[in-house]
């Protein structure tokens, strides 16, 4: 028997016209798949239901990554930490689509915002009333596959698990983890796997003989001063150095050599026995450069809205990685998006106007500073700390236990169970929030 979506696909694929969709949504990762059930659950709510295959997600990818290519790379430090294994963060992306949202497995090759349309890289012609941009920024380094070289990174599938080999591996030596200068994804997670690292070596009686140094492109710790603060201070405490606006420019593998740029130009070489390297991210090609980017290469849109900034284009919208919103790129941050972008755009098809829904930056992110510990960062627009269990539970620059089962257990059963079903509204959790 064909399914509900197939039958929609069918009912498409038969014409001979351009197909057109209600609402057309650009990536199938957290975002899109988030946004594309809150848009249709909206209209239900209203008591105007949307048809099957009015919604429909263009991606070509098999699998969808959790907290890897999509979002913030929580988990994959829980790889790299040797807590869970990479195969529970990997599911085909296909399985993941409700019968009343269609999958066209094809990828975006151009925009033509004027005419509502896009082209897939099969030539196909898609046109919309209205477009979600989610897709996730890129990351632009590839990593050596060499098993001795004791290069690594959560920051890929393919190799988060090396970090957990070459972190166990290491007796004695320098380790040193990098972060890049400019926008990536989790900002938190850099530090996230080193202060692992320092707590298994530490655990295991090996600190002594194991040099720890944090190579940061940022001049800070963190960009929310009060974080960066507490965490500086957890570093000094734990005799890891650090050397600011050095940014990691090259690496000779066999010699175990890494060059470092420094903010006056110069450049540094370390040393390291292991390298946990932070690849520098930026916009997708896809994006650059088309009518609906802004200079740097991000979807331009209003931060409060989520509404593309030009007129002319104002039945697109965006959210998560690929968006200009001057916020990190997390999934936390998605969970605030979304029932805004869902408000303002069921409005907009509803009136042709936005509602009164606006974000106003919020994020989070969980920093685990060790087995059994967790800084629960949260924040806004102009990095100011916005803290959910501040009233309740103390500062929450303060390590707790119960932040860390968040990170580690709650906010992935969340993920797989809530958040992608479009049903978990960040610090409101599974109520959706009201907006007057």
């Excluded at 790299?80 to 090759?109: Q, W, Y």
């Amino acid at each position: 028997m064909r399914t509900r979506q197939s039958l929609a696909l069918a009912r498409y694929a038969s014409t001979n016209t351009m197909e057109k969709f209600r609402v057309l949504v650009i990536g199938g990762g957290s975002g899109g798949l988030t946004v594309a059930n809150q848009i249709y659950n909206r209209f239900k709510a209203a008591g105007r239901p949307l048809n099957p295959g009015d919604v429909v997600v263009l991606d070509a990818a098999n699998y969808h990554y959790y907290q890897v290519s999509r979002t913030n790379n929580s988990l994959m430090t829980l790889v790299g930490a040797g807590l869970r294994p990479k195969t529970d963060f990997k599911r085909p992306l296909a399985s993941l689509f409700p019968p009343h949202i269609m999958h066209i497995a094809e990828n975006v090759k151009s925009f033509y915002p004027e005419t509502s349309s896009v082209t897939t890289t099969s030539g196909r012609t898609i046109s919309y009333d209205s477009l979600v941009v989610a897709a996730a920024s890129l990351a632009c380094r590839r990593l050596s596959p060499d098993p001795s070289s004791g290069v690594s990174s959560i920051y890929s599938y393919d190799t988060c698990d090396k970090v957990w080999h070459d972190v166990d591996a290491l007796r004695s030596g320098n380790a040193i983890f990098t972060q890049p200068a400019g926008i990536i994804k989790c900002p938190g997670a850099p530090q996230k796997i080193m202060w692992m690292a320092w707590d298994n070596y530490h655990k295991s009686g090996r600190g002594n003989n194991i040099n720890i140094e944090f190579m940061n492109g940022m001049p800070t710790m963190f960009s929310v001063k009060k974080y960066s603060d507490a965490l500086n201070a957890l570093r000094i405490e734990r005799g890891i150095g650090a050397e600011f606006q050095h940014n990691l420019v090259s690496i000779d593998a066999a010699n175990k050599k890494a060059t470092f740029k420094k903010a006056d130009g110069s450049t540094v070489d370390r040393d390291f026995t292991l390298l946990h390297v932070t690849p520098p991210m930026g916009p997708l090609d896809f994006i650059k450069g088309t009518s609906i980017a802004d200079p740097t290469g991000w979807v331009e849109v209003d931060q409060a809205t989520l509404r593309h900034v030009k007129p002319e284009f104002g039945n697109i919208f965006a959210l998560g990685d690929c968006s200009s919103l001057p916020t990190s790129k997390t999934a936390a941050a998605i969970t605030s998006q979304a029932p805004v972008l869902t408000e303002n755009l069921f409005s907009v098809m509803d009136t042709g106007k936005v509602s009164s829904a606006k974000y106003d930056g919020y994020t989070s992110c969980p920093l685990f500073t060790g087995y059994g510990e967790l800084m629960l960062a949260e924040f806004k627009y102009g990095f100011e700390p916005k803290e959910s269990f501040a009233n309740y539970l103390g500062d929450q620059t303060k390590r707790k236990r119960l932040f860390y089962h968040f990170g580690k257990d709650l906010f992935p059963w969340a993920y797989w169970n809530r958040m992608l079903h479009g049903k978990w509204f960040g610090p409101s959790g599974p109520f959706r929030p009201k907006f007057v």
